[in-house]
């Protein structure tokens, strides 16, 4: 009997434990996203004239859960003078978070694993950025599917290093040339190459892949 | 040791040999109880040389193969004093033992022998066991790498270190492991998520094989994994053991010890045993390159004491299993620019050298199990079990440190389940056994950081009744089986704050009916109809975001239904002196399985596009064989094969299912050489394995064509060495011997790297104490 009635305890405190959950569960924490790399602001000035100052702005917000919107590119526009130099930089934004959180300054400190590459569009040059196949797109507002033929006349150099034994641009700042007036897109990546930074393109993986509208006047 | 009094009384009675045409030279006999000449049901008969017996109900055993000579016949049961005897064998032979208690109170059956160790449910779905000669073989893998040896099972890999056990083509959420005796809960729903399991605290794998919901409850559509320790000592002293592995590819070292104590009170056995185990190891090297960030290091822990009588028993167990995984840097390629990249690579571009260093991207899981369990023997013959199990398993998932420089993990989950588990069994006289029971389970998952599953919680429950009746040569077994699953999620809405709490219910009425018939003591048929079912998991229902070493974006489907699988398997068994062979087919119809469907949509983010990846459910049908078998060539030489063969189609379209295992072959020949005194049990083992190239894949819907076929060779060979009065066993194994190049479809990191160079692994298993015989 005492036996039977310690496995009748035993049952009765399973039954008990059971039933005594707290509810932590119901308590959501807020998404806090791995990478949120949310706006893309680039930078142009002329070098000849410091007032004349051009700002594109790539912009693509999370939802709730961390998920991404729609791209904001109503101002990724960057209306440039033909036959001009600019010098250039990239600013980007974490808007994930309060208060907002200067990404770029994070990059300049660790410019020994990231690399900017600057792919004027269309070209008739070698691709910097592998054009997408297959199934890959283009970053928005560039259409996948090329829509004009004739190139855009603007070159972009990076003018800054980084501080690996073997040196190689980072690329948050640039000097922009821009030839006869033409139209086209910049599409801008951000390649994160930890231990694996040689100058080129392929190593590593895209950290950030932003598109703008171009025309030169 | 022969310490033990040894009381045999071997009534030796020579009956005519009826046949001598087959050359089947037999010995059976009759284990009783000294006092009661009673028979004894369980008790372990071996003969050196044969292998070991079970005592059916009326004590019974029978050896065949039997060669004129001498053998040491041993005999053990708990409670009893064991037996040790040299007989002459001449011709067929009966005989009988009798065994005395080996303590002065408990003169009788401590655990309540039963034929099947497993559980005496269900004998006829298809099982296969790992244990003895053949665990040492594999101890220390990771439980997934360890099954593969069984027909039919493979694994779902996530690079070198991450193993899922696959069984018939099916993983994660459509089987279930139990470890010691608990429903093992780990977020199974993820293909990189491996069981959280030390293989060095088992001493038996089983693994059952096709719909087994009955017993085990949802999820075991395709079949149920059994992980148990050894059973807790009965006889008083201290023993134990020390395990030692070291792997020459990845410079994995590991050391697993246990220590284990039984004393005899007044009324009972108290027990204790205490087990731990470490490893560590470093990049694995393919036969070109090293794959950077490819360590794990893991420590565990467990400890057991258990109270144990002839009618009642209690037992706690406690473990804990710690693990850190290096995630292959090669892999990381999250968008389908990143993919296609890293597909067109002949070989990784990551630094390829050897180190033990683990950096990011690295996951670490810890899993706690806490198990009170109790059985209770009545005096109608009915026993009752009971189990209550709490487990929390923490994962967290670290990504590349991102530029903000937080230091938390990407991915942190938290699934705290309890579990209470009350089986009823009586033996009901005329061949009659039933079990009744119940299971309840509930969960609470919570996340932080980023959002890939949401926080939920869970009931679930199910009753079950099972049914055997053996008569003669004939058993038949049914089972009906009724659950019910409630869960509520709980998630902020994606565009207000508010919290969601969508809920899910789902309850099924699962049924299982076999038989099993014994033709000749060589030959056994035996056959099982069954359902099974699984509510739609988590990740199924809820997922929103990205898989990040998949370029998948994944997107749940709240209206996905249950999946219900119907499965008809049938096994042939046939042994005789040289020759064994068991053959094994299944068809498993489902009703609504689940999967992740490319679509054509792409979803851009800021680091590129991704395909969108949608759960549907649709038709589908597994059918399928195993087989193996061994023949003796010499005394000392054997042959062995192996077959697994699956085929799986999507009824709904009319197309093939992704991620189906490839046909496998294995061959392997056995050298058994005669040993000695202080050199036991020598052998050297060759074997070949080919994998098929995995042709029945849909079209449009991978990115790479599967890889191609490849076979590999393999080496092992082992013995018992005594040095210094202390016996040691010792076993090398080779795998990939030729170092050979090749790609495993069933590997998720087959995108991106070839698999594991030659291997070799250096086992020593040294006992201690009173099991140093």
């Not at chain 2, 004998?123 to 099954?147: H, R, S, W």
């Not at chain 2, 220590?259 to 007044?266: E, G, S």
């Not at chain 2, 938290?414 to 119940?438: A, C, H, P, R, W």
């Not at chain 2, 009824?651 to 050489?673: G, M, V």
């Amino acid at each position: 009997m005492k036996l039977k009635k310690t496995s009748l305890l035993l049952t009765l405190g399973a039954l008990t434990l059971l039933s005594a959950c707290n509810d932590e569960e119901t308590h959501v924490s807020p998404t806090i996203a791995n990478e949120a790399l949310t706006t893309v602001q680039y930078k142009l000035t002329n070098t000849t004239d410091p007032t004349d100052t051009v700002t594109g702005q790539w912009e693509q917000l999370l939802d709730n859960n961390g998920n991404p919107l729609p791209v904001d590119v109503s101002k990724a526009n960057l209306n440039l003078k033909a036959n001009s130099t600019y010098s250039a930089e990239i600013v980007i934004w974490d808007k994930t978070q309060t208060p907002v959180f200067n990404v770029s300054d994070e990059i300049k400190e660790r410019a020994n694993y990231h690399l900017f590459f600057y792919q004027p569009l269309p070209t008739d040059t070698t691709y910097v950025i592998p054009a997408p196949t297959g199934s890959d797109t283009y970053p928005d507002p560039i259409p996948t599917l090329l829509t004009l033929t004739a190139k855009l006349n603007m070159s972009i150099t990076l003018t800054d290093h980084d501080t690996n034994t073997q040196q190689y641009p980072v690329g948050l700042t640039t000097l922009v040339k821009t030839g006869a007036a033409s139209t086209g897109w910049l599409r801008i990546v951000l390649r994160h190459q930890p231990n694996v930074k040689d100058g080129t393109f392929a190593p590593g993986s895209t950290d950030l892949d932003a598109g703008y509208n171009v025309t030169i006047k | 040791m022969n310490k033990l009094i040894v009381v045999i009384s071997l009534v030796m009675t020579l009956l005519m040999p009826i046949s001598g045409q087959n050359g089947t030279q037999l010995l059976s006999g009759t284990v009783i109880e000294n006092e009661s000449n009673k028979p004894l049901d369980g008790a372990i008969v071996s003969i050196e040389g044969l292998g070991s017996k079970i005592t059916n109900s009326k004590g019974q055993f029978i050896f065949s193969g039997l060669k004129n000579g001498s053998y040491i016949l041993r005999v053990t049961y708990i409670g009893y004093k064991s037996i040790s005897d040299t007989i002459k064998y001449v011709g067929k032979k009966e005989v009988s033992i009798s065994m005395i208690p080996n303590m002065e109170q408990i003169r009788e059956v401590v655990v309540k022998g039963k034929k099947q160790d497993v559980d005496n449910s269900l004998n006829t779905l298809l099982t296969n066991e790992i244990k003895g000669v053949e665990l040492t073989k594999i101890q220390g893998k990771a439980l997934g790498e360890a099954l593969q040896s069984i027909p039919g099972v493979s694994s779902l890999q996530t690079g070198p270190a991450i193993f899922k056990p696959v069984i018939h083509g099916l993983h994660s959420n459509r089987i279930l492991i139990f470890n010691n005796g608990v429903r093992q809960e780990g977020q199974q729903w993820g293909l990189e998520h491996a069981p959280e399991i030390d293989t060095y605290a088992a001493q038996n794998l089983s693994v059952v094989k096709g719909a087994a919901s009955i017993r085990y409850g949802a999820d075991a559509i395709g079949g149920v994994i059994l992980v148990q320790p050894a059973p807790m000592p009965v006889e008083t002293g201290i023993t134990g053991g020390v395990n030692l592995l070291a792997s020459s590819n990845s410079r994995l070292g590991a050391v697993s010890a246990n220590l284990q104590q039984a004393f005899n009170l007044k009324s009972g056995i108290l027990s204790w045993r205490l087990q731990g185990t470490l490893k560590k190891a470093g990049n694995t090297r393919t036969p070109n390159y090293y794959l950077e960030n490819t360590g794990f290091r893991e420590s565990d822990f467990s400890s057991q004491v258990a109270y144990q009588n002839r009618n009642f028993g209690v037992e706690t167990y406690y473990s804990q299993f710690n693990t850190d995984i290096g995630v292959f840097t090669g892999s990381h390629a999250s968008s389908i620019a990143d993919l296609q990249a890293a597909i067109s690579r002949p070989e990784p571009i990551t630094p390829s050298y050897f180190s033990y260093s683990i950096d990011r991207p690295h996951q670490t899981i810890n899993h706690d199990l806490f198990k009170v369990s109790s059985y209770y023997n009545f005096k109608n013959d009915g026993r009752l079990e009971i189990t209550y199990a709490r487990q929390q398993n923490l994962r967290q998932e670290y990504d590349y440190i991102p530029l903000t420089g937080r230091l938390n993990p990407e991915l942190y989950l938290k699934l705290i389940t309890q579990t209470v588990d009350v089986v009823y069994k009586q033996n009901l006289g005329g061949g009659f056994e039933s079990m009744l029971g119940i299971n309840g389970m509930t969960q609470s998952n919570v996340r932080q950081y980023q959002m890939l599953i949401p926080n939920f919680r869970n009931y679930n429950g199910g009753v079950f009744y099972i049914d055997k009746w053996t008569h003669d040569k004939l058993t038949l077994e049914a089972g009906l089986r009724y659950d019910f699953s409630w869960m509520r999620a709980y998630m902020l809405n994606n565009n207000t704050l508010d919290i969601m709490t969508p809920l899910f219910v789902s309850k099924n009425l699962s049924g299982s009916i076999g038989a099993q018939y014994q033709f000749t003591p060589n030959l056994s048929w035996s056959i099982n109809a069954g359902s099974a079912w699984r509510p739609p998991s988590i990740n199924e229902l809820l997922s929103n975001g990205v898989d990040l070493d998949a370029g998948m974006y994944m997107e749940g489907n709240k209206d996905l239904k249950k999946e219900v699988a119907y499965n008809v398997s049938s096994s042939l068994q046939y042994t005789n002196n040289r020759l064994k062979i068991e053959l094994g087919l299944y068809n498993t119809i489902f009703d609504g399985y689940i999967f992740a469907k490319p679509s054509l949509t792409i979803i851009k983010d800021v680091r590129g596009s991704y395909f969108l990846y949608n759960y549907t459910q649709v038709n589908a049908n597994f059918k399928g064989l195993d087989f193996s078998g061994s023949y003796d060539l010499t005394h000392a030489l054997t042959y062995s094969a192996k077959m697994s063969l699956l085929y799986a189609w999507n009824k709904t379209i009319h197309d093939y299912l992704q991620q189906i295992p490839a046909n496998r072959f294995e061959s392997n020949l056995e050298w058994k050489f005669n040993g000695s005194k202080t050199f036991k049990q020598p052998y050297i083992n060759f074997g070949a394995a080919y994998t098929a190239k995995q042709t029945r894949v849909p079209s449009n819907s991978d990115y790479a064509e599967p890889p191609a076929a490849y076979y590999l060779l393999n080496a092992s060979a082992g013995a018992s060495v005594k040095i210094f009065n202390q016996m040691i066993n010792i076993n090398i194994t080779g795998n990939n011997i030729l170092n050979k190049a090749y790609r495993d479809y069933m590997d998720r990191f087959r995108y991106f790297s070839d698999e594991a160079g030659s291997n070799y692994s250096l086992r020593i298993n040294i006992p201690l104490g009173k099991s140093n015989q």
